[in-house]
């Protein structure tokens, strides 16, 4: 029955085409729209836009750097898997591990804590990168109590404020804002981009939910309206997790953060508040990040002034939907999941990644 | 790393941690994020995320689901 949806969905779409440039900022929504080939089956009018929602691709060089360089200084990193193969400007944290330094794959910051009570004598940092979805579990952890020898990395970005910045650089006409940060986040933060002319469908991961998504945006437009909708109901409601968010504002405030491949965002980051400032790997290793940021100003090199990203890499268009992977260079050719080039590449999420994964070993 | 898979919750261990069934893979999930665990939550589902519940998910999904598909169906 389902698949029978499907087939309508996408026949609803297709008669009723127009030119249309929808964005989504979600990586989860990328792998389900390249590995159900949505793109290959829906009207080419409309676009299906990738934007920066994958949280590695978008983490600062910078913090990748000073992650290695605590590594290089005998601390334990301790880090999702996806962190791992991400470039730095020389080097990932997997290559500073076959270097034979200390850095810990962890599934949840809980594995990263019990790592430090099980060695009081050595100092534990957690890279705590991730969009909404993601940090309130680390204020919940630092709540409950972490040991004196563990701090946090933390380079959590917040999406409304992209996605503000999006409409106001790329052409678009709407989004599909992503499920599981809604589940925190509720579909409320979305309504002042919705207010300017951009529907908004929070979507889910199925191939129909996101065929749904683009159904319903389309159906806003030809209607002449911009609203947030929720096309997520089983897991999403309008205000979202209270609890996550009350936990999640107790322990980090907003704060300007830089975006890989973007730049700055105003208040589009978390930061420790102050009562939480001896968990901060910034502070409590306030030597090696201030030799890191000297030995990086007396330094040029070619990655820097294009975000942290090699010369021919484009991720930082493809972040922001201005081009294609296909339309870089090294795709395929000297970029390759087993030897990435750019953040875009590593992760699951990445764009380039699903690209090259469900598309390029086709010969699409 | 968004990437939430849904879990049901099959006991609780502790005041803050229960167990889920994840395609019949047990986990132990950490329940903060949706305000502790309590006997009542057992046989529901859940949203789980490096290693925490962040939202669960509600029974009366398909009959919302089929609400949105036959506003976007009709109107077309
Ligand atoms: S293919 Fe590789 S080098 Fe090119 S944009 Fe993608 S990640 Fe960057």
């Known amino acids: 029955m389902m698949e ?20 989504h900022v979600c990586g989860t929504h990328e792998r389900t729209i390249s590995k159900y080939a949505i793109r290959d089956i829906i009207s080419e009018d409309v676009q299906l836009l990738s934007g920066p929602g994958c949280p590695v691709c978008v983490t600062p060089v910078e913090d990748i750097d000073f992650a290695i360089e605590l590594a290089r200084s005998g601390k334990v990193i301790t880090s999702f898997g996806d962190m791992m193969r991400v470039p730095g400007t020389t080097e990932s944290l997997f290559d500073a591990r076959s270097d034979g330094y200390d850095i810990r794959m962890v599934y949840s910051i809980d594995d990263a804590i019990k790592i430090a009570k099980d060695n009081p004598t050595l100092e534990i940092v957690f890279f705590g990168i991730g969009f909404e979805t993601t940090a309130p579990s680390n204020a919940a952890a630092l709540l409950r109590g972490v040991p004196e020898n563990f701090s946090i990395l933390t380079s959590h970005k917040l999406m409304p404020p992209a996605m503000e910045i999006l409409t ?77 968010r009350e936990l999640l504002y107790e322990v980090f405030k907003k704060t300007d953060s830089k975006w890989r491949g973007i730049g700055m965002i105003e208040n589009s980051g ?23 940021h000297e030995k990086k100003a007396s330094e040029s090199d070619n990655v820097d002034g294009k975000n942290g990203l090699y010369e021919e890499c484009i991720c930082a ?3 922001t939907a201005r081009a294609q992977p296909s339309q870089c260079p090294l795709f395929g050719r000297r970029c390759s999941p087993e030897a990435p080039v750019g953040p875009c590449m590593v992760s699951l999420e990445g764009t380039c990644y699903n690209w090259y994964k469900y598309r390029h070993n086709k010969g699409i | 790393m968004c990437i939430a898979i849904p879990g049901k919750i099959t006991s609780i261990l502790n005041e803050n941690t229960a167990t889920v069934d994840i395609g019949g893979i047990k986990r132990k999930v950490n329940l903060d994020l949706i305000g502790g665990a309590d006997s009542s939550l057992i046989g529901k589902h859940a949203l789980v995320h490096v290693g925490y519940a962040i939202s669960l998910i509600s029974d009366e999904e398909s009959e919302e689901i089929l609400k949105l598909l036959r506003d976007v169906m009709d109107l077309s």
Not at chain 1, 11 to 19: D, G, W
Request: net charge negative; charged share 25%; proline share 5%.
């Open chain 1, 168 to 244: 106001r650089d790329t052409n678009l006409d709407g989004f599909l804002a992503p499920g599981h940060v809604s589940t925190i986040i509720g579909t409320e933060p979305y309504d002042p981009i919705s207010e300017k002319g951009f529907p908004i469908v929070v979507t889910g991961f199925e191939a129909l939910d996101v065929l749904l998504g683009i159904a319903m945006v389309q159906n806003q437009l030809e209607t002449g309206r911009s609203c947030v909708e929720n096309a997520y109901p089983r897991c999403v409601n309008v205000e979202g997790n209270l609890k996550a």
């Open chain 1, 317 to 319: 268009e493809i972040l």
């Open chain 1, 270 to 292: 978390l930061a420790l508040k102050k009562e939480f400032e001896q968990f901060d790997a910034v502070n409590v290793h306030a030597d090696i990040y201030k030799r890191l």
């Open chain 1, 4 to 23: 029978n949806i499907e087939q309508k969905l996408i026949s609803r779409i297709n008669e009723n085409a127009t030119p249309l440039r929808i964005m």
